[in-house]
């Protein structure tokens, strides 16, 4: 796989830190887990093919123990806010003096400076400070945030991702890590640049929920078909739409134009009405096969038994019967290869992954009678 051979510390957090984990994971890398210690569960739901490691990093002999593990590998994951690493003396200063080699990536909402840098947040706040919240919703409503999706994954995770892929890269041609400052804020602007570059296309011109993309023109949205399910249309081009009226079996002379953005209420209610008149396979049949942009919209437990998405192999099982994305980008010679056998158990592979970073069993032993590590080894699965 493109990542194998990838040494990662992933310090344990929510959401971001491990979709990020699991994008390394997916692609080869090898990821330990670090967990605070007498945490009786774990929130990670994205924790395939990942090692567990629990340390009690508030106390110096469990700092050190991070820090010999962080001295042999490649990346660290650090997803706490502004300052916690510095206290607990963990900061890049730090560590980095032991591996000059190490990227060190930081993956925070505010950044690490700033007047925000040490103020909580979540999701829809750092989409909020990023603009594009403001340009999210339908017209005469509140914004609205598109679950936890562009903050905490793709300008968070995501990004963070990419920058420590192209640190590696770099580093190849000059031998030395570096700090990888991973702003959610930031990432999401980023993700939605498209909306700042294109504001002298006239694409934004009027009310939010009002323009062409965010739910005002009627080929450029969700109607609900006559079983209750929905179908998606995004028939922008005139060759595009042209099927789309086809389809509807409508009749173009008797309609308002496209463009007609005065008309585009009217032309709605006419969508609605004959979406209405049909269920969503019947209107699947219709469309399957044109021009016209129309798809249906497909729940989580439907999108792997839809057709083309079986015949890609977009979905995967796991051990347990979960489904899952397959890792994406599909890479020709050196595809990802996600574990399928589920997460880690919370400390499963303490005892391992120190043993495998020189230390003794009696080292081991007295680290664990003195609470700085945890180790489940009865509890893992064979």
């Known amino acids: 796989m493109a990542l194998a051979g990838i040494r990662v510390i992933e310090l344990a957090g929510l959401a971001p830190a491990p979709f990020c984990g699991m994008i390394l994971s997916d692609f080869g890398a090898k990821v330990i887990r670090v967990d605070r210690t007498k945490a009786s569960m774990t929130v990670d739901v994205q924790s395939r093919g990942k090692q ?10 469990g700092a050190a123990v991070l820090k010999r593990l962080c001295a042999e590998s490649d990346v660290l994951i650090e997803p706490f806010r502004n300052g916690v690493m510095e206290k607990l003396g963990l900061g890049p200063n730090e560590i980095l003096k032991d591996n000059p080699r190490l990227i060190y990536a930081r993956l925070t909402g505010f950044a690490q400076s700033g007047s925000y840098a040490k103020v909580a947040g979540h ?16 017209h005469n409503e509140n914004p609205y945030a598109p679950l936890n999706l562009l903050a905490d994954f793709a300008g968070g995770g995501l990004i963070c991702a990419m920058g420590i892929v192209l640190a590696l890269l770099e580093r190849v041609k000059s031998g ?7 702003s959610m804020v930031e990432g999401a602007a980023y993700v939605g640049s498209f909306l700042w570059k294109s504001q002298n296309l006239g694409l934004w011109n ?8 965010d739910s005002g023109a009627p ?13 998606a249309v995004g028939a922008i081009e005139p060759q595009f739409y042209e099927e789309l009226i086809k389809g509807l079996d409508l009749d173009s002379s008797q309609l308002p134009l496209q463009m007609s953005f005065s008309d585009w209420p009217e032309l709605k209610r006419i969508f609605t009405e004959t979406f209405a008149s049909k269920t969503q396979a019947e209107w699947s049949k219709i469309f399957d096969g044109t021009d016209a942009c129309v798809t249906p ?6 999108v792997s ?3 083309h998405n079986r015949e890609r192999g977009s979905f995967i099982v796991d051990a347990q019967g979960e489904i899952s994305p397959r890792p994406a980008p599909l890479l020709s010679r050196t595809p990802a290869m996600p574990c399928l056998s589920g997460g880690p158990l919370i400390g499963e592979h303490t005892d391992l992954v120190l043993a495998e970073h020189g230390y003794s069993k009696d080292e081991i032993a007295k680290l664990q009678s003195s609470g700085i590590i945890e180790c489940n080894k009865t509890k893992s699965r064979l």
Do not use: C, W
């Not at 009027?206 to 993309?213: A, D, F, Q, V």
């Not at 919209?297 to 439907?302: A, C, I, M, N």
């Open 52 to 61: 567990s490691v629990v340390l009690d990093l508030k106390k110096p002999e």
């Open 123 to 138: 999701d829809i706040n750092y989409v909020a400070m990023s603009g594009l919240l403001s340009m999210l919703g339908r």
């Open 176 to 182: 030395q890590g570096q700090v990888i400052d991973t």
């Open 206 to 213: 009027r009310s939010r929920g009002e323009n062409m993309l």
């Open 219 to 231: 080929f450029y949205e969700t109607y609900k078909t006559a079983d209750g399910k929905y179908m």
């Open 297 to 302: 919209v497909l729940s989580l437990d439907e």
């Open 305 to 307: 038994s839809h057709p």
